[in-house]
């Protein structure tokens, strides 16, 4: 299962989305792939039986200079549940009350810019990238 | 002892940012307690110029929890500039998917965001009044909590073609008819999610021993009510008559078209706040502080109107011996009471014949240039207000939402339980919970409700009698 998310309106936010639409077009084999605009606790029921989940999103990284680095910094802290939650709460709800450990990785691009997409062509190349990746591990 | 302010922030375990101030006298005493909206959104002025029939959309992403209340709402203000009422398909499918945002919205709050506080207590310890906590402890009801959200939300993806800012609803009606299939999925989930609401609710009542002090001093003071009504005065979330009551229960207005809600609504601006303070005018401001939100529609309401929910409403009523119930702890209770009400109504328009008819949508050009949409969301009433040029250009905005209704009274709320559980001398961890629990109560929706940029985050903050903060207590 590979999920992206975020708000396609608000720029480098929908990098996630953007992802996906492009695996849109891939043959990734026993993939699913969702699309959405932010976690929410029941997604877990569409995870119960998958072994391995990727999270697509933007991060916010403070000094970032559009350089388009592609990683993943998760350092999650926060427990608090709203209406949307962390890839971390996902994956300990999954562990918690379903019994269920799926492997899980998160891809993220680092932006500071949630207002536009800043370069277009890198962006879509960071997009390519991830897209490039996926489908080769698969 | 010096005076001295508690500062409260970010308040946890609400949707948005806020803090609250109490003020302490000489004594360590509370003298005074306000929660404050820190951030801004500005959605009235960001609306103006464009198309009325962008509305719907662009109200819509004032928030991620209630979208679908919004755009209800909105395309009712716009059917008002259309001349049009929506076919009777075309309302009941407005209808269910207001019900099923309704029901996600309620459990989020009850599973989610309050739940920690009846399961282990207000005065436990605050690492363990979360939801990690919840699913060591209560995977069950960890599960139902996700379980009767995902019921709400399938039923928006069904319809409105994704869970979260669905633009299926439009002027005039919905964009698309449903078919028999659709309807059989969301029928087929109904016993399961009944089953959810009926042993929440029975999980509520049977602890609500516990928490007597909570109730009696959890915002439980005297004040009018405000709800939507149908025709025969029974719980209403789409249509109706709004209808103003006191704490004794006597009608103050009634059969009020919403559209004429101005001539009984004021909204008063505070300065230490972003969220308005709507009243009712011929009471004036502060004086007429009203409650909206599911404690209120349960108190205006003569009945739901449906059968389960019809037996737990006469136990609700009982609460205050067929008095206006005056506890907003209760708003819990009323909420899971609404829960069960959502469902077997969207049973029941799921049901009628007219339902999956295709002729769903009405269409006319522009014949007003205002127009007033008014609907129950989840945390109480909520007013679209929109004038327009005669090409459908937007002039001008204004938005009463269902969380500002509640301002006054929250703030009375926070500062009741502020005096009844603070002590300036020894601030304890649960009092501080509690002044935040009150909040929950009313679940306000804080990105919502305020239309001013920037996010501010929410803190306690203690001030001495000189307004100097002496204290700030980061609740994050």
Redo the contacts between chains.
């Keep these: 299962m590979i999920i992206g998310y975020g708000n396609t309106?608000r720029g480098e936010d929908g990098f996630g989305c953007d992802v996906i639409k492009k695996l849109e077009n891939y043959d990734l084999k026993d993939t699913k792939l969702i699309s959405?605009?932010?976690l929410?606790?029941?997604l877990?029921?569409d995870l119960l039986e998958v072994s391995e989940i990727i999270f697509i999103d933007a991060c916010y990284l403070e000094n970032e200079k559009y350089h388009y680095h592609l990683g993943c910094s998760i350092k999650e802290e926060?427990?608090?549940?709203?209406?949307?939650i962390s890839p971390k709460?996902i994956i300990?709800?999954l562990e918690?009350?379903?019994s269920k450990k799926p492997q899980y990785s998160i891809f993220g691009m680092f932006t500071n810019n949630f207002v536009q997409i800043h370069q277009i062509n890198k962006y879509n190349e960071s997009v390519d990238r991830i897209c490039d990746f996926i489908s080769h591990q698969n | 002892m010096e005076k001295k302010k508690i500062v409260i922030s970010p308040v946890t375990r609400i949707e948005g940012h806020a803090k609250i101030t109490i003020d302490l006298n000489e004594q360590g005493s509370v003298d005074n307690a306000r929660i404050h909206v820190t951030q801004f959104r500005g959605f009235e002025k960001i609306c103006e110029g464009r198309p009325y029939t962008e509305m719907p959309a662009l109200t819509a992403r004032t928030c991620g929890i209630c979208p679908v209340s919004h755009a209800i709402s909105s395309t009712k203000a716009c059917d008002e500039i259309l001349a049009v009422r929506p076919p009777k398909a075309g309302r009941n499918l407005r209808r269910i998917i207001n019900l099923a945002q309704i029901i996600q919205s309620h459990a989020l709050n009850f599973y989610h965001l309050s739940a920690p506080d009846f399961v282990y207590g207000f005065d436990a310890k605050k690492e363990d009044r979360n939801i990690f906590k919840m699913i060591q402890t209560n995977p069950e009801m960890a599960k139902d909590g996700i379980q009767l959200r995902a019921f709400g939300q399938k039923i928006i993806e069904n319809l409105g073609g994704k869970r979260i800012h669905p633009t299926w609803i439009v002027p005039g009606g919905v964009s698309h008819a449903i078919t028999q299939e659709q309807k059989d999925e969301i029928l087929k989930q109904i016993p399961q999610a009944m089953d959810i609401a009926q042993r929440t609710l029975k999980y509520f009542v049977n602890n609500l021993h516990k928490f007597q002090k909570e109730i009696d001093s959890f915002g439980n003071f005297p004040s009018l009510f405000m709800g939507l009504v149908n025709k025969h005065g029974n719980l209403e979330h789409y249509d109706g008559f709004l209808r103003f009551i006191d704490s004794e229960g006597k009608v103050l207005e009634n059969g009020i078209d919403p559209k004429f809600y101005k001539n009984y609504i004021g909204e008063a601006v505070e300065k230490d706040t972003y969220l308005k303070s709507p009243y009712y005018k011929p009471l004036g401001y502060p004086n007429g502080m009203y409650r909206v939100g599911p404690l209120a529609r349960l108190n205006v309401a003569d009945a739901c109107g449906t059968p389960l929910a019809d037996k737990e409403f006469e136990k609700f009523k009982n609460l205050n011996n067929g008095k206006p119930v005056l506890n907003s702890f209760y708003y819990h209770y009323a909420r899971i009471i609404e829960i069960i009400y959502g469902i077997e109504r969207i049973e029941e328009l799921l049901n009628e014949p007219q339902t999956l008819d295709e002729n769903i949508r009405s269409h006319a050009n522009i014949n007003r240039t205002k127009g007033v949409g008014c609907s129950e969301a989840p945390r109480g009433t909520l007013f679209h207000d929109y004038d327009v040029s005669n090409d459908g250009i937007i002039t001008g905005v204004n938005l009463i939402i269902a969380t500002g209704n509640n301002n006054l009274a929250m703030n009375a709320g926070v500062k009741q339980v502020a005096q009844t559980f603070v002590d300036g001398n020894n601030i304890t961890d649960g009092a501080l919970n509690r002044v935040e629990a009150i909040i929950r109560c009313f679940d306000p929706c804080l990105s919502c409700s305020t239309h001013a940029l920037g996010i501010v985050s929410s803190n306690i903050e203690i001030r001495d009698h000189h307004k100097k903060i002496v204290n700030i207590i980061h609740r994050n």
């Design positions: 309106l959405t605009f932010q929410t606790p029941e877990c029921l926060n427990i608090n549940l709203s209406h949307h709460m300990k709800l918690g009350i379903y």
